[in-house]
């Protein structure tokens, strides 16, 4: 069995692998940018060629949207049509003090949400999507309030409450301009050229283990 010096010379004297077997040069991308943001982004998924506007996406015409919009803007607690609705008053365990077991201050505030027609189409179908634990099984949409000590106070919360979630239903976010789609058809377009380069930089390794391991 020979020594553990003339191992360590009999090994000193094979060539050197990675002259023999050179790492393939990177890319001129930076790698640490690839590496780390290539993988984990969704850019190169996206298809810029074609985007879709919030007409296409709703199935409304650009007079529904304006009009919707419109509406939402122009709505507020005095134009909500209060003789619609379903009152009802009962004991509130909110603040008040003994008030509370005297008086009935809690406000049951409801209506029928497919048959309010000063409510439009687009944003009733959006209550019925986004607010579905209000609506029981009457169809009737249920707004309660016991904040205040008074039900004058609490039904004043129940209309701003209403109001503030039909205007929250009823955005429809703006198209982006052709400027903000040009910047992103860019970044996809450099995200997905970064991939490309990664790809080749990962290939190239990996066919220079596979030749090193053939030769051996």
Same mark, same amino acid.
């Given at each position: 069995?020979?020594?553990?010096?003339?191992?360590?010379?009999?090994?000193?004297?094979?060539?050197?692998?990675?002259?023999?077997?050179?790492?393939?040069?990177?890319?001129?991308?930076?790698?640490?940018?690839?590496? *780390?943001?290539?993988?984990? +982004?969704?850019?190169?998924?996206?298809?810029?060629?074609?985007?879709? *506007?919030?007409?296409?996406?709703?199935?409304?015409?650009?007079?529904?949207? /304006?009009?919707?919009?419109?509406?939402?803007? /122009?709505?507020?607690?005095?134009?909500?049509?209060?003789? *619609?609705?379903?009152?009802?008053?009962?004991?509130?365990?909110?603040?008040?003090?003994?008030?509370?077991?005297?008086?009935?201050?809690?406000?049951?505030?409801?209506?029928?949400? /497919?048959?309010?027609?000063? +409510?439009?189409?687009?944003?009733?179908?959006?209550?019925?999507?986004?607010?579905?634990?209000?609506?029981?099984?009457?169809?009737?949409?249920?707004? *309660?309030?016991?904040?205040?000590?008074?039900?004058?106070?609490?039904?004043?919360?129940?209309?701003?409450?209403?109001?503030?979630?039909?205007?929250?239903?009823?955005? +429809?976010?703006?198209?982006?301009?052709?400027?903000?789609?040009?910047?992103?058809?860019?970044?996809?377009?450099?995200?997905?050229?970064?991939?490309?380069?990664?790809?080749?930089?990962?290939?190239? +390794?990996?066919?220079?283990?596979?030749?090193?391991?053939?030769?051996?």
């Amino acid at each position: 069995m020979p020594s553990r010096a003339a191992f360590h010379a009999g090994f000193a004297s094979l060539p050197n692998l990675a002259r023999l077997f050179p790492r393939p040069s990177p890319p001129q991308q930076n790698l640490g940018y690839i590496r *780390t943001a290539v993988p984990s +982004i969704a850019w190169h998924h996206l298809r810029p060629l074609h985007y879709r *506007t919030q007409s296409e996406k709703l199935g409304l015409s650009d007079d529904e949207i /304006r009009a919707v919009r419109s509406w939402a803007e /122009r709505l507020t607690i005095e134009s909500i049509p209060r003789r *619609t609705f379903d009152m009802s008053f009962h004991r509130s365990s909110g603040p008040g003090g003994q008030n509370v077991n005297k008086v009935n201050t809690k406000v049951d505030m409801r209506f029928n949400l /497919r048959k309010a027609k000063w +409510i439009p189409d687009y944003v009733r179908h959006q209550v019925e999507i986004q607010e579905p634990n209000r609506i029981n099984k009457a169809g009737e949409f249920v707004l *309660t309030s016991e904040r205040h000590r008074t039900q004058n106070q609490n039904l004043e919360d129940c209309l701003h409450k209403l109001r503030d979630l039909l205007v929250r239903v009823a955005y +429809i976010p703006p198209d982006p301009t052709q400027e903000k789609l040009q910047q992103i058809g860019n970044r996809i377009q450099a995200a997905k050229s970064q991939n490309r380069a990664y790809k080749t930089y990962r290939s190239n +390794i990996k066919s220079s283990r596979r030749g090193g391991s053939d030769d051996n």
